[in-house]
């Protein structure tokens, strides 16, 4: 099979990571299925080289009906499913209300995997993925700060529930699972300040997309394939 006739849908993808995996992947000849959640947002992804070859859809991943719209308006067998949407929410558990928490993790866990079991049905098996935008911060061995804790919460929740989901319902149809860490980036939530930009990031990101297909496992690695602990 060519990179040409191989479709990627990634939700989240009206700014930072997302437009950038959408701008990759249309580069490297996939069909592409994009997500935003305003369709302000679309201008800027219509207007990417490729984008005859991209389709695109609304959806807020917190929303049951917004699942379950997109589901039904998808028909191509997805050879990859990335979910890359998330916020990095308020820095502390004690001085946060408890609907600005519960916020993050229906943005962060619930909905994402949620939206991941109801898009299972069109993934490709036996060489289909269903990547997460991940944090390394999600790593409880690697956690020697402690800061961003709610963040980190979720992110550890979103691997933990990731992990469940390869043994129930991705395996058993040999569909990989992948939990990835992008590297600390200069987007809105990374800051001006990160190390790397977006495009080192999303070559690396598609790098290893290609590079575990068909590996019917669920790792967590980040955008040059470094194994994270879990
Ligand atoms: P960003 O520039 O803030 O973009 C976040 C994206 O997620 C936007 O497209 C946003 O859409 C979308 N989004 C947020 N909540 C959503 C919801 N409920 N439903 C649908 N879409 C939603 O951040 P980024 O740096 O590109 O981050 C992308 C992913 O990478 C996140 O999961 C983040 O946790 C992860 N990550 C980033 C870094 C980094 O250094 N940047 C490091 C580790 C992990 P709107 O434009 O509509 O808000």
Known sequence: MTAA???IL?????????????????????????????????AGLKALPGAERLTLHQIDVTSDADIARLVAQLSAPLDIAFINAGVSGPK??????????????QANVFGPIR??????????????????????????AENESGGME?????????????????????????ITVLSIHPGWVRTDMGGSG?????????????????????AQAHRFIDYTGREIAW
């Open 115 to 140: 939206l991941a079991h109801a898009l299972l049905g069109h993934v490709r098996e036996q060489t289909g993925t269903l990547a997460f935008m991940s944090s390394i911060m999600g790593s409880i």
């Open 5 to 7: 006739s191989q479709t």
């Open 10 to 42: 990634i939700v989240g993808a009206s700014r930072g990571l997302g437009l950038g995996l959408v701008a990759e992947h249309l580069a490297r000849g996939f069909d592409v299925i994009a997500t935003v959640r305003k369709p302000e947002d679309e």
């Open 150 to 174: 709610v963040y980190r919460a979720s992110k550890t929740a979103q691997n933990s529930l990731a992990r469940s989901l390869w043994l129930t319902a991705a395996r058993p149809f040999g």
């Open 92 to 105: 502390s558990v004690v001085t946060t209300d408890a609907d600005t928490l519960n916020q993050v993790m």
């Open 194 to 214: 990160a190390d790397i930009d977006v495009a080192t990031s999303v070559a690396g990101i598609a790098d290893q997309l290609a590079a575990n297909a068909g």
